[in-house]
């Protein structure tokens, strides 16, 4: 991603109020790792982002290996998970390790992409990586941008006047390019020196695209609408429950 992108003052946001979508996951993840009869391994977390999920993992007795492009978000999960081996890195660039009971990509973090061939070919190399080290029972999670994210006019402006932050987000979503870029400007009130100034592009995709694609590699998929298991809705948000049948 050229540019800032994750930055110490979004980075401090995301660590602060942004928490949800990774323990949500991880205790999804968990609970069927469980089910399936696997309460021990490795766990691979592709954009870690500052832990959360990752200390949730090792606390429930998983081994993590995890990634993630941004320095200030490696730095805190580093900080928050020392027992994880935690690289500074590109998902693209990922060493993948030779077994694994779970990989999972909590927050859209496959999504991150300035083309679409790119999020394409990726998201093809991260369920091909999975398939080659998930034993069988072993999960691959991802929750991703979904076509339609920016609502019926392709537009949204939000902002967040937080007792720790300020945040104006606009977004616009070109339905043929598939593109949702999202410009986010702000200050904490902890270091208002520090202006937020950062443009994030997604690629947006179809469910069907990605439940064909896992189907194909030999997972057995499930489609939510968040992380506690409710139906995929018309948000623009979709999470991908693999598992590895064959
Ligand atoms: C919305 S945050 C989610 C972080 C964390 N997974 C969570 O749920 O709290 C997205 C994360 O993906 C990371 N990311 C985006 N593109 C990436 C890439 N190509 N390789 C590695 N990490 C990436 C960002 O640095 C950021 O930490």
Redesign the pocket.
């Known amino acids: 991603?050229a540019g800032a992108?994750?930055e110490e003052g979004l980075?401090s946001i995301?660590a602060a109020d942004?928490?949800e979508?990774?323990e949500s996951?991880a205790a999804m993840v968990v609970q069927r790792l469980a089910r399936a009869g696997l309460r021990s391994g490795l766990i691979v977390?592709?954009?870690?982002?500052?832990g959360?999920?990752a200390r949730r993992f090792v606390d429930a007795g998983y081994d993590v290996v995890a990634?993630?492009?941004?320095q200030p978000?490696v730095e805190r999960a580093r900080a928050l998970v020392p027992e994880a081996e935690i690289t500074h890195?590109?998902?693209?660039d990922f060493l993948w390790p030779t077994s694994a009971v779970a990989v999972v990509?909590?927050?859209?973090?496959l999504s991150?992409?300035m083309r679409a061939e790119v999020f394409d070919g990726?998201v093809a190399r991260v369920v091909d990586g999975a398939r080659c080290v998930l034993s069988e029972g072993g999960a691959l999670v991802f929750d991703l941008v979904l076509a339609g994210r920016a609502g019926p006019r392709g537009e949204r402006h939000l902002h967040h006047d937080r007792r720790d932050y300020e945040l104006f987000v606009d977004a616009s979503e070109d339905r043929t390019q598939r593109t949702l870029d999202r410009f986010i400007h702000g200050t904490t009130r902890k270091a208002p020196e520090l202006l937020i100034d950062e443009h994030h592009r997604q690629i947006t995709t179809d469910a069907s695209a990605i439940r064909e694609l896992l189907d194909e590699r030999g997972f057995a998929v499930e489609c939510f609408g968040d992380y506690n298991g409710q139906p995929l809705g018309a948000t623009g948000w979709g999470v991908f429950f693999g598992t590895k049948v064959t």
């Open positions: 991603m992108f994750y980075t995301h942004y928490g979508v990774a996951g977390e592709l954009g870690c982002g500052p959360v999920s990634c993630d492009v941004a978000m890195g590109d998902v693209d990509a909590f927050g859209e973090v991150y992409a990726r």
